[in-house]
Structures are given as C-alpha cells and as structure tokens.
C-alpha cells in the first residue's frame, strides 16, 4: 500500500521529530493529543513510511540552512558578556563567561599528545641542566644585570 500525502497532523509529526532530537513516540504523543496509548509502536510506524522519512529530510536541510549563529558570534558575545561584567564588577559572571569560551574552543580538553620519548641523561648532563635552572632562577629573582655604561 503506497504512502498517503502528508496531512496536517503528520506534518506536525515531523516537525517536533525533528526538534526533539528524533524522539518518534514523543513526536507522536505531541502531534496525536488524543492519543492514550501506543505512542512507541505508532511513531515506530509512522517514522517507517517512505513520505514521513522525506519530508523529515527536507526539514533538517531547511533548518541546515537556516542556521546563521556560528561560533564566530558566539566567541564574540562571550567575549562583550566577559568585558560587561568586568566593567560591572562581577567577577563570578566573569569567570563564568571565560570558562564558556574555552569550553566553546574546546580548552577545557586536554588535548595535548605527546610522542617524543623521554630522554635519559647522564648523571654529568643532569649536574649541568640543574645548574643552568638555578642561574635562570637567581636571575629572575635577582632581576637583569645592570650594566656599568651609563
């Protein structure tokens, strides 16, 4: 038996299909209020029907293309929400819009891999790294060494 041209009630079917996250029986109980019962075996059988399975794909390009906020405009919105509270002085709000933007960078991964083999010194290699850390140390602490010129 060949499909039947979409009614009004199937189209509904297939826009709350499509908006929630592909869920047929709670498609079907939205769409079907009357319903009691049935909802998993009903939606089951409607998403099987050759029309319903086309108009939901023409309905998820639609909205592909519908599609303008990018992470472009999300970066910048977290970016004018983090001077905002700033400026506010709302340093929870802050930190809560800097940890979004590295969540939405994908920094809140460690993503870091590493493939280098781990190096092994000699005892004398060692003597002399540890020195050169000290002397970077001393300086950094001490400060840059003023010349005697001017």
Not at 19 to 32: E, K, M
Not at 62 to 74: G, H, P, T
């Amino acid at each position: 038996m060949a499909d039947k041209a979409l009614t009004a009630v199937r189209q509904h079917f297939c826009r709350e299909y499509c908006v929630n996250g592909h869920n047929a029986a709670q498609a079907y109980r939205t769409a079907y209020p009357n319903t009691r019962s049935g909802y998993n075996a009903h939606g089951a059988r409607l998403i099987a029907k050759d029309s319903i399975k086309q108009e939901i794909r023409r309905l998820e390009a639609k909205s592909v293309l519908k599609v303008d906020y990018d992470i472009e405009q999300c970066d910048r919105q977290y970016s004018d929400i983090i001077a905002l509270a700033i400026k506010l002085k709302q340093p929870s709000a802050a930190v809560s819009a800097i940890t979004g933007r590295a969540r939405l960078r994908g920094w809140d991964k460690d993503t870091q891999v590493t493939t280098e083999q781990p190096i092994e010194l000699t005892p004398e290699q060692a003597e002399r790294y540890g020195r050169m850390a000290d002397a970077a140390v001393a300086e950094q602490i001490a400060g840059p060494k003023l010349s005697k010129e001017a």
